[in-house]
């Protein structure tokens, strides 16, 4: 018996030895892959044809994805809760001559969810292709100021709504074996901040479950091509959030609502996992995952010109 033990021993040693070479390998060659393609980026994928459906599409980034998809042959699916800026948004794109459809949703509820859904499939609108989960809120409050029903519609539009739309239209994107999921985070999602507590959890979150629905799909045996991308942007100005007044305003001052979406729109073409805007805040994140995070802190503060503020605050006090 100890001899049988020990040959599987010797054959489950031998075995790792012959495949920590061949990982070394695969390590080295991803990484050269990667720094290529740092260099040379993917082709962009055209987008010609694809349904796409934005929640949130009546206002900001959600208006102009739908207007600039459209001009680029798309079908329009626009699900919003308010129902003028929702046919804004429609006449908008009709005027340019897309094809697109509409609906009002609050995708806080699945039930509404579900409904929109098959009320879609009745009147015969084509299978969604490209789901962008766009619509958010955000309450700028102190933690302990907090109402119970902010956190509550927080986590319900912010989180819970990409469940709902992602339990109905990923089934008939892995029957069809493609499809594109977009998710909009924040780099609230990254970083917490302060006085946006609920709002920082909930972008959070929708991380986890973009990465986390991207490796079940990735180990799942039927190898759909269906791709996953999120998006963290520092700060649009589509009235949601307030100007954090960062040093260095040529990358860290607002963007317009028609920038951001081409840079989604950019993302989506070329299958990027996960996006910044602007795209250089990708590399100081990962730069600030690799140092102490007291020199993380440092560089925040920098950025964020701390000193100044406080000092601010300390003459408004006296």
Known sequence: MMNIQRIFRDIKLSRLFLELPLLSAKISL????????????????????????????????????????????????CWDIHIDKNRSTM??????????????????KRLEVRETVRLMRKLGVPDVTILINNAAVLYHKPFLSCDTDDVERTFSVNVLSHFWTIEAFLPTMLQRGSGHIVAMSSMCGIYGVSQKVAYCS???????????????????????????????????????????????PSIFGAVTAEHAAQEVIKAIRRNYIEHTIPRCLLSLNAINRIVPESVMRLILDFLANVDRKRQERSVMSL
Do not use: W
Not at 63 to 76: N, T
Not at 93 to 100: A, H, L, Q, R, T
């Open 30 to 77: 991803a990484m050269i892959i990667a720094t290529f393609r740092m260099i040379v980026p993917r082709a962009m994928k055209r987008l010609l044809g694809e349904t796409v459906l934005i929640t949130g599409a009546g206002h900001g980034v959600g208006r102009e994805l739908a207007i600039q998809l459209s001009s680029m042959g798309c079908i329009i699916v």
């Open 91 to 108: 006449r908008e794109v009709s005027k340019n001559g897309g094809e697109v459809y509409g609906f009002v949703v609050d995708v806080s």
């Open 202 to 248: 909930s972008k959070f979150a929708v991380r986890g479950l973009m990465e986390a629905l991207h490796e079940e799909i990735r180990c799942n045996e039927r190898r759909a091509d269906i791709r996953f991308t999120t998006i963290y942007p520092f700060y649009i100005d589509t009235g949601l959030a307030r100007d954090p007044e960062y040093r260095f």
